[in-house]
Structure formats: C-alpha cells, structure tokens
C-alpha cells in the first residue's frame, strides 16, 4: 500500500479545508481538525484522519450542523449545562472546559453536562488539556449502540469511553484513555475498508459468536472489557453521560460514521477537580508514590505512555497515511 507523510501542520490545514468545503465555519473546523490531528498523533488511529471523510459527510448532509454555537447555562453552584446544538462536540467540550476552569477554583469541583453532542472523539484529548492546568478532568461520553447486555446479541450501550488525566509536578499528565469495549470501533472500521481481518476477541456476530471479519464485527457488538462486569460498566456511564445530561442512549442514536438519518444526539460528562482543595497540598507527592510503586516493578509502564512517544516521533517525522485517504481528503478539500 503506497503512503504519504505530511507533517503535523500540514495534515491540520488539510483537515480544516475539507471540513470547511463541507459547510462547517473556521472555528469549528479549526477545532475539530486539531483534535484529529492530535489523536492522529498520539496513535489513534481510529479517532484521527480516518473520520475526516465521515465527519465532512455528516456535515454536508446536515447530520451534523457545522456552524453550530454551543450554548452554556449554569444551573448550580458547580454544574454548567452545555447545549452543542446539534453540531460537532469539540467546540461544545472547549466551552465546558473553560466554565470549569472558572467554576473549579471557587467549587473545588465542577462538572458539565453537554447534550445535542456528536462524537467525542479522543477524549483524552480535552481532559489533558485540563490537567495541563493543573486540575483533575474525568469525561464521560455515550456512543451509538455497540455492547450488547451481558447474555444479550443487540447492542444496548456505546462502546462508551471513559477518559481520566491528572496533573504532574515535572512530568506531563498522566492520562487514561479508554473504551468499554476491548478495542474502538473506529479500528474495526478501518480493518473493514482495508479488507483486513481483526484479532479473535474483539467482537461478536450478529448470533452472538466471535469473529474476525471486520465487516460481521460492524454489523454485531463489541466484546465489553471484563465480561459481565464491562457490559455493567457500559451501562453505568450509559446512564451518566445520557440520562443524567438529558441526551439520547446508544440504541437511539444514529451513527457517527454514516450522513444518513438524524443528528446522533449523545452525550458527554466532564468534570475537574481542584486537587489542591481536596488534598491539602498533599496531592502531588502521593501521586508520585504511587507511580514510583508501579514503577518499580520490572517490566511495568504507565498507561499512555506510547502516546506520549508516538506523540513525539509524528511531531519530528510528520504522519503516515495511506494514499487514498490523503487523495479523498484532498478532493474533500477542494469542493
């Protein structure tokens, strides 16, 4: 397969152009290309130019509404409620972010409830951003339907992430970034255009069996982490990142992959602390023990710690991608 490297900025700009052709304005565009570009970097693949194509189509079709201004409401002390409008979730997480900030030093802890989102994306991605400034960040986001129930063969629960980053003295944050699912979707998509199969474990046919055609895993469920006790999981941030933000479930919402059909309507949960005012100024230190506790074990490293150097290689070496993605990106551009 032929390739093409483009660098960090160029890869951005390319990203910008192709949504803004598709009717999205500069802001939005500029936003949600960074956070590609950004996850591209990082080594999620996934959730990094690969949607370029899917989200430029969702914003011409209307799916998305590419011109969108989220709107805040703070409805307590600590709680701000973010309307995305239908429109993309990066400029509605932005703006969740920055009343959080504001809110957080006065509440020790604030929280944000966006609904009317779209797609999250990394979500690593906006709760970095928040321990940079030395606050906490946990996101929780809902997906269309992926996870079946535990016994179950239709799916009920997102592939539903988890997102969790804590500020460090001397070092950059540390960052969990997960998924309920043992793999994102977005991966079983791109084995799926690239005629690739998928390891064995990583979903479940339309009869509930495993299978590594990835075009049989689009059409099924995802294997949740842990069994019974991921699937209970899912439904957990299911109920936060939905029903506690007033947004749609999985099962009713639409793709983030396809132009078809209505806005998908899902909803996200970030929250910051303010270590300081729960710690005592001890916050810091006993993190660091921590981690040295786990690093002492041979063999050991801490979760986000290859994004960290793929982070680095893509900054110093541009990023790969197969030619026809760079050519389809190209032609979105020029619309």
């Not at 999205?24 to 690969?50: F, M, Y």
């Not at 269309?144 to 535990?150: F, H, K, L, M």
């Not at 084995?191 to 990583?202: D, K, L, V, Y």
């Not at 005592?280 to 290859?306: D, H, K, N, W």
Request: with cysteine; proline share 5%.
């Amino acid at each position: 397969m032929s390739t093409v490297t483009l660098t960090l900025a160029e890869l951005a700009e390319l990203a910008r152009r192709a949504l803004m052709a598709a009717d999205t304005s500069q802001d939005n565009a500029r936003c949600v290309a960074d956070a590609l570009v950004a996850a591209e970097a990082d080594g999620h693949i996934g959730h990094g130019a690969s949607r370029i194509p899917s989200y430029a189509a969702q914003a011409r079709s209307g799916k998305v509404d590419g011109h969108a201004v989220p709107e805040a409401r703070r409805t307590a002390l600590a709680v701000v409620r973010i309307d995305a409008k239908g429109g993309f979730a990066c400029p509605a997480l932005t703006l969740a972010a920055e009343h959080l900030r504001d809110m957080v030093r006065e509440t020790g802890l604030a929280a944000a409830s966006v609904h009317h989102s779209h797609h999250a994306g990394a979500a690593g991605y906006h709760v970095e951003k928040l321990a940079s400034q030395g606050l906490i960040g946990l996101l929780l986001s809902n997906t269309p339907e992926a996870i079946a129930p535990w016994g179950g063969k239709t799916g009920v629960y997102g592939n539903n992430p988890i997102d969790f980053a804590a500020p460090r003295a001397n070092d950059a944050p540390l960052v969990v970034d997960m998924s309920i699912g043992l793999v994102a979707r977005g991966k079983i998509m791109v084995a799926a255009r690239e005629g690739q199969p998928i390891p064995e474990g990583w979903a479940l046919d339309t009869a509930g069996r495993p299978t590594t055609d990835a075009k049989a895993a689009l059409e099924g469920t995802l294997t949740p982490i842990g069994g019974a006790k991921g699937a209970a999981l899912a439904m957990v941030v299911e109920i936060l990142a939905a029903a506690l933000s007033g947004a749609r479930f999985g099962f009713e919402a639409s793709s983030f992959f396809t132009a078809e059909g209505p806005p998908p309507g899902v909803g996200q949960i970030l929250m910051a602390f303010d270590p300081e005012a729960f710690s005592g100024g001890a916050f810091a230190e006993r993190l660091e023990s921590l981690i040295a506790a786990i690093l002492a074990q041979p063999g050991v490293r801490l979760p986000g710690t290859r994004r960290l150097a793929a982070r680095e290689e893509a900054a110093r070496e541009g990023i790969r991608l197969s030619q026809g993605l760079v050519d389809e990106i190209r032609a979105l551009a020029k619309r």
